[in-house]
């Protein structure tokens, strides 16, 4: 188990290497000097001192080799550099916004699970049925509806119209723990409603699939009841690609949670990100996304031990 | 299914995408307002003649914006996912086709882009380059050419396999030939269900980025924007948010739709088809159909399992049900073994299933009865009795062992606990350890001590078979069924397990056992009696030993002169295949096989199964013909 994890983590730590030096790559291929395209706002050329002394500032003007390796050393530091807009420290502003974004992630996907996958087992259990072809209906709409349609929606009726729910906002658990409950139900049932569907669906074929298997066959010969069948034979082996699938759609969210947070006024991580990319805050835009994408990698290496703990034949291979 | 009526389930997805592509491509000659001029007087109008779906904030026609914005979204998705479908299926062609290096420089390279979440690249690019359609439409290529470089490189290296290609190579065609011509069509299908779903996905990534400012820039029409737009106004004018949402997710559920229903057409290997899972059996017969009429049924005469002219069909009661088995009647008597013999679809296993009541669901029964003899002496009708009866028969009084050990083993389960589940599933509540290791010592598991907490990957292919052995004779159950259990096993241990199960059968006095196989030479080692069929029909019954000597049915005889035995050179096949379920001849159905068939013999129904000599059962009137 141990050499397992080790080689998973080898192969997570190279990815995130790889997606750092990808992004160095690509900010330096770019035709043109990244300071005069980050300083050639709305198509007016920029003042030349303005350019020389933004190009010091992101050490442009040092040969590429020395740039690259210490933008490699900064960033194993956990140091992203200071905003071109406002000067802060980068590293501070992902540190403080990155909790709400992963907190409302893992609402949605604790939401998305709850919901899922007892009614993928349902359908599963009636394949064919009524009650089968009523949720995969209903989970084809889900899965059709775009998120930030689902948000505009729900503000649109639950908060102007009916007045039910605040439209948006943020307030911090360990001041209001109810209102911020609250304020964070709203955005994590938005992203829910697509996920579940997605959940549903796997959750149900693989279910299916597992049903149709012989030892599942081979304990109903043993004379187990039909529930202790679905608990112990059943659900347990199909959940290898429920796992996959919500991992990866959790991986997803951790960029597209943007257009939910922009919706909500939820102050995360993802809308951080807009900003910067609107005022093209490159050293921001470089720290998030690598953070991002870390988190990204992290994931899946989780979710590849955790493999390893479900199911005893991954261990050895 | 004919490829006519496959096609027919897209038909109307495909049908209503083509109007909506119509619909964009004919906006500019349609009479509509121009989309962009403003009407600063005339905003947020609620619908009219002039303005069907009213007017926006600034004035600006809704429905030609929906419209225009139906051009700008399809285009930009449409365009995306060519160049995706273009750049990826090349890189996936060239890596599998060639390997090595070429796949790390185009597969595996284009996949670094699958480490990045999917939005998150996209706001990259837009950093990069800044807002527009064409910026729009190269960073939607980029993220999603991996998905089709993955599909092409996986689906090439199957098809590179194939015979035909590798003929082509031999006959000396070049790479660039067989690439293009051969390989490329043989994975048109997925790629074709995959360009559909990327549209899809590239119209919500556009819209959504629109929305967020960041993707089609004003005053362009885009739905993204509309929605944006309409957002900022929602309290004055809330419809203003429901065009541009129904249209959005419309579009999407058209797509989705489409290519769903060309999924299930063009990848067939997708579907999971109901066939799958458990058999339902009428719930509503909750009376135990044990009958307590007979207590003397445990005279000894009375057979433990009696199996009266079971008819199995596949599709139940409609016109082009397929019957699979028919009227199939044998009887087990305590502590006797029957060898259940015959080729692949004869109806073997699916005849032993429904004594256990585990058949597939789209197999039901249509006639007969399987009637079984408990140790108390009851009887029940396996066929009729409620589910909850049956599964509580399950195990306790009939057990199976199936033929692939590997496969009816949970694979997450220590095997300890799987052998345990047959003795708590009928009650057994303390000393449940114990009793497992001494199944397993019963068995000839070595160590199983340590073996009981060891997963079904650790062990050899016969020991998994001891562990299913172990589990099925957990409650000494009267009646075993072996589905062929050595079949899949190397055949020194096939010699192993058939020495334990005749160990077994010695030693729990009155066992008994209905053994399925194909091999003749295991029902002279291990049955009493033996049961041949044929094509889903009994075709002779009787003693081992007799049957051997003198076969009394044409196909018992083929079989035995195809066993191969001791110094025999020659090998005699029977020629020819077993008739499927929907092309059952009339008459016998072994005639067009049979050395003996006469021109009488392939008409009529098929001939009576008959006791020919006391103890012996034959459906053949021409070799039996002193006796008919």
């Not at chain 1, 960033?75 to 909790?99: K, N, T, Y």
């Not at chain 1, 599942?216 to 959940?239: D, K, M, S, T």
Request: net charge neutral; with cysteine; charged share 15%.
């Amino acid at each position: 188990m141990l050499a397992f994890v080790a080689r998973r983590l080898a192969i997570a730590l190279t990815l995130v290497w790889v997606v750092a030096s990808l992004v160095f790559v690509v900010i330096h291929l770019i035709p043109g000097d990244p300071a005069e395209l980050l300083l050639s706002q709305g198509g007016v050329a920029p003042d030349p001192g303005a350019i020389a002394e933004l190009r010091e500032r992101l050490g442009l003007d040092r040969p590429l080799l020395e740039q690259y390796l210490s933008y490699l050393a900064s960033i194993l530091q956990g140091d992203f550099g200071l905003s071109l807009l406002d000067g802060h420290p980068i590293a501070e502003e992902i540190a403080l916004r990155l909790p709400r974004t992963l907190e409302l992630i893992a609402a949605a996907g604790l939401l998305s699970v709850l919901i899922g996958l007892p009614l993928g087992v349902l359908a599963a259990r009636r394949a064919g049925g009524l009650t089968d072809r009523i949720l995969s209906a209903w989970a084809g709409f889900a899965l059709s509806i775009p998120v930030f349609v689902v948000g505009t929606l729900m503000v649109l009726i639950l908060a102007q119209q009916l007045r039910w729910v605040p439209a948006g906002g943020f307030v911090a658990f360990s001041e209001n723990p109810v209102r911020h409950l609250t304020l964070l139900m709203l955005p994590a049932s938005t992203i829910a409603v697509g996920l579940s569907a997605v959940i549903f669906r796997i959750a149900r074929s693989s279910i299916l699939e597992v049903l149709s298997r012989d030892h599942v066959r081979a304990a109903r010969a043993r004379g187990l009841e039909p529930r202790r069948i679905l608990a112990r034979h059943v659900v347990r082996n199909a959940l290898s690609p429920v796992i996959t699938v919500l991992a990866l759609h959790l991986g997803s969210l951790l960029g597209g949670t943007v257009l939910v947070e922009y919706v909500f006024n939820w102050p995360g991580l993802s809308g951080y990100l807009v900003t910067a990319v609107e005022a093209r805050d490159y050293p921001e835009v470089v720290g998030i996304v690598l953070v991002i994408s870390a988190l990204f990698v992290l994931l899946n290496f989780i979710v590849d031990v955790l493999y390893g703990v479900l199911d005893p034949r991954v261990r050895q291979s | 299914m004919s490829g006519a009526r496959r096609w027919r389930i897209a038909r109307v997805p495909a049908a209503l995408v083509a109007g909506l592509l119509l619909c964009a491509l004919l906006t500019p000659i349609l009479p509509l307002p121009d989309p962009v001029k403003q009407e600063i007087a005339n905003r947020l109008a609620t619908p009219s003649a002039e303005h069907w779906l009213g007017t926006d904030e600034y004035g600006r026609d809704n429905l030609s914006r929906i419209l225009w914005g139906a051009r700008v979204s399809l285009s930009v998705a449409l365009a995306a996912s060519a160049i995706a479908a273009l750049i990826g299926t090349t890189l996936g062609l060239l890596g599998g086709y060639f390997r090595g290096l070429v796949e790390l420089l185009t597969v595996r390279a284009s996949e670094v882009v699958l480490c990045l979440p999917p939005l998150l690249l996209a706001l990259l690019v837009v950093t990069l380059l800044g807002p527009g359609a064409t910026t729009l439409t190269l960073a939607l290529s980029i993220l999603f050419a991996p998905a089709f470089a993955r599909l092409a490189y996986g689906e090439t290296l199957s098809a590179r396999e194939l015979d035909y290609v590798a003929a082509q190579h031999a006959l000396g065609a070049g790479s660039p030939r067989i690439l293009i011509r051969t390989i490329l069509p043989n994975i048109a299908s997925p790629l074709i269900v995959q360009f559909s779903l990327t549209v899809a996905s590239a119209m919500v990534l556009e819209s959504g980025l629109s929305f967020l400012g960041l993707g089609v820039v004003p005053p362009s029409p885009s739905w993204g924007l509309m929605i944006r737009g309409a957002r900022a106004s929602m309290e004055m004018a809330p419809l203003q948010l429901v065009w541009p949402c129904l249209a959005l997710t419309g579009t999407v559920l058209l797509l989705n739709q489409l290519c769903d229903r060309l999924r299930d057409v063009l990848d067939p290997r997708g579907q999971y088809g109901a066939m799958a899972g458990r058999s339902r059996r009428p719930a509503t017969q909750s009376n135990p159909a044990r009958s307590t009429d007979s207590p003397k049924a445990s005279d000894t005469h009375e057979p433990l399992l009696a199996v009266q002219g079971l008819t199995l069909r596949a599709g139940g009661d409609a016109p082009d049900a397929l019957e699979l088995v028919r009227e199939v009647s044998f009887d087990v008597q305590a502590g006797e073994t029957l060898a259940v013999v015959g080729e692949s679809g004869s109806g073997k296993t699916l005849t032993v299933l429904s004594v256990m009541g585990l058949l597939p669901d789209a197999v039901k029964p249509v006639g007969g009865s399987i009637r079984l003899r408990d140790r108390d002496g009851a009887t029940y009708d396996l066929l009729s009795c409620s589910e909850e009866s049956i599964r509580s028969l399950r195990g306790r009084e009939i057990a199976m062992i199936f033929q692939d050990p590997a496969s009816s083993l949970n694979p997450l389960l220590r095997i300890g606990e799987q052998v345990a589940e047959s003795l708590t599933a009928h009650g057994l509540r303390e000393g449940v350890r114990p009793r497992v290791l001494s199944l397993l010592k019963a068995v000839g598991l070595p160590d199983p001590e340590q073996q009981i907490d060891a997963f079904p990957h650790q062990l050899s292919g016969g020991q998994r078979q001891r562990v299913m052995i172990a589990a099925a004779i957990a409650n000494d159950p009267s009646l075993l069924l072996a589905d062929e259990p050595t079949t899949a096993l190397d055949v020194t241990v096939q010699a192993q397990i058939l020495e334990l199960l005749n160990r077994l059968r010695a030693s729990h006095r009155g066992m008994s056992m209905i053994f399925v196989t194909h091999n003749l030479a295991v029902v002279n080692e291990i049955a009493d009696r033996v049961c041949v069929m044929y094509a889903g029909e009994v075709v002779e019954v009787g003693p081992v030993s007799a049957v051997f000597k003198d076969p009394r049915h044409p196909y018992t005889a083929a079989l035995i002169r195809s066993t191969p035995e001791g110094e025999m050179e020659r090998l005699n096949t029977i020629s020819g295949t077993v008739p499927q379920p929907d092309a059952m001849p009339s008459g016998c159905r072994f005639a067009a096989r049979c050395d003996q068939a006469k021109s009488s013999c392939a008409s009529g129904g098929s001939p009576e199964l008959l006791e020919v000599r006391p103890g012996r059962l034959s459906r053949c009137p021409v070799i039996n013909q002193e006796f008919a």
